[in-house]
């Protein structure tokens, strides 16, 4: 049986041949995707400013350890592409960065032993 990672992934892209209804929808709901509202999750969050020009998703994805942080960053991308298009928010290529927190090394500064 394979290990199980944790995997934190920011997939970001920027908004593409946005529609008037699409840009409208973004807008009307901008402060709820500002950077209070960023956190890790599998459902991912959205994160974009009334500039529509960039945008952010942030995911956890668990998976095995094997496939590596390669698969964690596809299945994120994949996620994050099917939000957009069910939305019919266009955009550009979509590119991430995976952090493994089962092999993230933590600093604990201050600390005496």
């Known amino acids: 049986m394979s290990t199980q990672h944790t995997y934190r992934v920011i ?22 995707h500002g950077l209070t509202a960023m956190q890790f999750s599998e459902e991912g969050s959205l994160a974009y ?12 994805v668990v998976s095995d350890a094997e496939d590596g942080e ?18 019919g928010y266009g955009h550009g290529a979509l590119r991430s960065t995976v ?3 089962d092999t993230m090394k933590i600093n604990y500064k201050g600390r005496r032993g």
């Open 99 to 101: 952090t493994d927190m």
């Open 11 to 32: 997939v970001r892209g920027t908004w593409d041949e946005l529609t008037d209804e699409a840009r409208a929808r973004l807008l009307s709901e901008v402060d709820a």
């Open 70 to 87: 390669e698969l964690a960053a596809a299945i994120a991308e994949d996620r994050a592409e099917t939000y957009l298009d069910e939305r």
């Open 49 to 60: 400013d009334r500039v529509l020009k960039h945008f952010s998703f942030r995911y956890v």
